[in-house]
Every structure is written in structure tokens, then in C-alpha cells.
């Protein structure tokens, strides 16, 4: 089952994170890391208007450490 992320804050974090790395990754162009903090503070600016608080979008999957994170690792 698939849970929304506007509902849940584990599934919010883990879809920002992804749009975080999809920013710095994947993109085409692949985006400044300027431009992907200021996409991520108005998406923090939205879950909080609505009621989430922010999104933690450096979290990662257990056992991974903040270098395995980094756009050029």
C-alpha cells in the first residue's frame, strides 16, 4: 500500500529526499545546490502552512552514513 506524502512525515521525508536527490542527480540540467535549498524551503514552507512541519530531506536509509548523501559520492 502506498501511503501519500501529504499524510504521512515518514513518507513526506523519503519524497523529498528523492526529489532532493533527483534535483542534484538526475535532472536535466542537473541543478545548482542553490537552487535545489531554495526548492526545499518552499516545500518546508508548505508542510508547515499545512499543518506537517518540515521535512527532513537529509535522512537516509539506516546504515548510511552523510557522505554515501553527497551529490558527487
Known amino acids: 500500500m502506498t501511503v501519500p506524502p501529504d499524510t504521512s512525515s515518514r513518507a513526506r521525508d523519503w519524497a523529498v ?3 532532493r536527490l533527483y534535483l542534484l542527480r538526475e ?3 542537473k541543478r545548482s545546490v542553490r537552487y535545489v ?3 526545499l524551503a518552499a516545500l518546508d514552507d508548505f ?4 499543518g ?5 530531506s537529509t535522512a537516509g536509509p539506516p546504515g548510511t552514513t552523510p ?5 558527487n559520492a
Open 27 to 29: 535532472a536535466d540540467p
Open 47 to 50: 508542510h508547515v502552512r499545512r
Open 52 to 56: 506537517l512541519g518540515k521535512a527532513d
Open 37 to 39: 535549498n531554495n526548492a
Open 17 to 19: 529526499r528523492d526529489y
Open 67 to 71: 557522505a554515501d548523501q553527497r551529490p
